[in-house]
C-alpha cells in the first residue's frame, strides 16, 4: 500500500475511534501524579501510559491508547487460551497483542466496546482477543471476523 494512502486510512481509523482514545488519555492523564508515564509509540500507532497505577497487571487498550502497569510492552506474556489452561501455545509479545487492538478499534470505531463486550468481554472465548493472540503469533489475523 502507497505510504499517503496508509498514513490517509491510519489518520481516518484515529478520527473514527477517537471517542474511545479520550477514554484512554483521561485514565491515563488521571494516572499521572501516581507514577504513569506517557510515551508515543510510533509502530503501535499508540500513546502508552506505562506504569498505570491499577488493576491486575497487563495492559489494556482504549482507542489509540494504551494503559500498560509494566516498565515496557516489550515483555513475553500468555496467551488467553493458554491462560484458560485449554490450550499449550508459545509465549506472544503484549505489545503485539495490544496493537491488533488498536487496529481492531481503528477499524470499528465507536462500535468496538459494545461489539467486545457482546463478545464476552476479557476471555479467552472472545473473538477479539483470540484474533489480538493470533496476530502477536504470526503478524497476521488481528481482524475478528
Known amino acids: 500500500m502507497h505510504p499517503l494512502s496508509r498514513g490517509l486510512l491510519q489518520l481516518l481509523g484515529a478520527a473514527w ?12 492523564i488521571v494516572a ?5 508515564k506517557p510515551r508515543w509509540r510510533r509502530d503501535d500507532l499508540a ?7 491499577w488493576g491486575p497487571g497487563g495492559a489494556i487498550t ?33 505489545g503485539d497483542h495490544e496493537r491488533a487492538h488498536v487496529y481492531q478499534y481503528m477499524a470499528l470505531g465507536v462500535l468496538f466496546l459494545p461489539l ?15 484474533a489480538a493472540d493470533r496476530y502477536a503469533m504470526t503478524g497476521q489475523g488481528w481482524w475478528p471476523f
Open 17 to 28: 475511534t477517537l471517542p474511545n482514545s479520550l477514554i484512554g488519555a483521561l485514565l491515563g
Open 32 to 36: 499521572l501524579p501516581f507514577g504513569a
Open 47 to 53: 500513546l502508552v501510559f506505562q506504569h498505570w497505577p
Open 62 to 94: 482504549f482507542g489509540n491508547v494504551i494503559l500498560h502497569t509494566g516498565d515496557t510492552l516489550d515483555c513475553p506474556c500468555v496467551t488467553y487460551a493458554q491462560r484458560a489452561g485449554i490450550a499449550q501455545t508459545p509465549l506472544i509479545v503484549l
Open 116 to 130: 467486545y463486550l457482546l463478545c464476552g468481554g476479557v476471555s479467552h472465548r472472545n473473538r477479539f482477543e483470540q
